[in-house]
């Protein structure tokens, strides 16, 4: 599903209606499984990939809080800038260094 196929205008415009419908408690855990249905309808393995970003992010999250550094703060952002460079940019960097 891509932004600009009607297949992912009526998915948004079906979670944009049950989100305003349900209680307020239950909008959060809707739009986390609207995200991962989004993110795994490209390809479903990803959606290892972003359950792994997901538990990064929620355990650093829990730490940082604990006790902020700046260091380690920094450190967070660079892994998950990560797949990002991993998956966007290796063929660009691979296509580069060999000519």
Do not use: Q
């Not at 855990?29 to 792994?52: N, T």
């Amino acid at each position: 599903m891509i932004f600009t196929s009607y297949t992912y205008l009526a998915f948004l415009a079906l979670v944009f209606l049950v989100h305003w419908n349900i209680p307020v408690r239950l909008r959060k855990p809707l739009l986390i499984v609207a995200s991962y249905a989004f993110y795994c309808s490209h390809r479903w393995e990803y959606g290892f990939l972003l359950l792994g970003v997901s538990l990064f992010n929620w355990w650093f999250a829990r730490r940082f809080l604990r006790e902020p550094r700046h260091g380690s703060l920094l450190a967070g952002i660079g892994i998950n800038l990560l797949p990002l460079l991993v998956f966007k940019y290796s063929e660009f960097f691979a296509n580069t260094a060999i000519g």
